[in-house]
């Protein structure tokens, strides 16, 4: 809890001050089976030419790719069976999205594990519901290939969005264009420097949380805390839900410190020209085209990303996502008692 402030119920039920000039309150919530019911399975091909299969829901629960209990959903990589080179598509793999977009919104997610290992190419990600891509933009939130140790975060947008190189942030700049058509789409990224906030250590580590707040008037900021982290904020660790006395509202940003990554718009970037309402999006996908081109310098062994996927199920055992729940926060204009 940060120093000179004091989380009770009154904070949630009364004004606070924020850096944005309207409030955000619960929304809804994600944990579970929710995620069955209320998020699509992507079956088509793997737009970054990935070496993978994404499946339908009932094929994923038929072969335990997908798995929800009360408290707890999985999504992982099949681990059991060795891919033809034949094979069309690749190895089976899930990539779901949400049914509802959303615009100005803040998001906590409470993450147990994350897909790591050599091949893999995990993301959690918003994207454009109206498109096409890249129009409305994409953002992402957790992103990395391979070995990788640090969460990369980054925009992906139509022309004319740049950010400056220097904000008031803990990442570091990798690039500022954040322009789809240059440079590969590498987009405007920002690396964390913190080696529990992706991979193998944030899963050694019980995972953590990640919060991102989306607003026309603040920009795009993202936090990223370990889960024994001793400075996760209150509303972090129990994030506040809808109760019997009405509209529950979430705690001002500010005093969640300083974020790993800030996207600003303004001068650089109008939001109005670039951010539409955006559908949530977990996916897992192998080599393709920042995987595989990373994969004869990530430190993995064997003649190609792609030979590696093919040939050794057991190397994915560690490739899920599991995740313990999401909440969602919107503005009062975003039809607070209803969806998006």
Not at 48 to 70: E, F, I, K, M
Not at 137 to 153: C, F, K, P, Y
């Amino acid at each position: 809890m940060r120093a000179g402030y004091t989380f009770c119920l009154a904070t949630l039920l009364t004004p606070v001050i924020s850096t944005d000039p309207v409030d955000y309150f619960f929304k809804t919530s994600f944990m579970g089976r929710e995620f069955l019911q209320r998020w699509t399975w992507y079956i088509d091909d793997d737009p970054t030419h990935g070496r993978v299969n994404y499946v339908d829901q009932a094929t994923a629960l038929q072969h335990n790719l997908s798995y929800a209990s009360d408290y707890k959903f999985v999504m992982r990589a099949d681990s059991e069976n060795v891919v033809s080179p034949s094979d069309p598509r690749g190895r089976k793999s899930v990539r779901i999205q949400s049914v509802e977009a959303y615009s100005d919104v803040i998001i906590i997610l409470d993450l147990q594990h994350m897909p790591e290992g050599c091949g893999t190419w995990p993301a959690f990600w918003s994207v454009s519901a109206a498109g096409p891509w890249p129009k409305g933009g994409e953002i992402d939130i957790i992103e990395g290939v391979n070995l990788d140790d640090e969460n990369l975060s980054s925009l992906h947008t139509s022309e004319n969005c740049t950010m400056p190189e220097v904000r008031a942030m803990s990442g570091d700049v990798t690039s500022t264009d954040c322009d789809a058509h240059h440079n590969k789409n590498q987009g405007c990224g920002v690396q964390f420097g913190n080696p529990l906030s992706y991979g193998a250590l944030f899963n050694r580590y019980d995972g953590g949380y990640y919060a991102l707040a989306r607003t026309r008037y603040g920009g795009v900021r993202i936090w990223f805390w370990n889960r024994w982290d001793s400075d996760v904020p209150w509303e972090i660790r129990h994030p506040p839900t809808r109760d019997l006395f009405g509209p529950t509202k979430l705690a001002p940003t500010p005093l969640w410190g300083q974020p790993q990554a800030v996207f600003e718009f303004g001068e650089g970037c109008s939001y109005a020209d670039h951010f539409d309402a955006h559908n949530l999006v977990f996916d897992l996908t192998f080599c393709g085209d920042w995987a595989g081109g990373a994969y004869a310098t990530s430190g993995c062994s064997g003649t190609s990303c792609i030979d590696f996927v093919n040939g050794n199920p057991e190397a994915f055992k560690n490739a899920y996502w599991e995740i313990n729940a999401m909440h969602i926060y919107a503005p009062v204009a975003e039809d607070l008692f209803g969806e998006s």
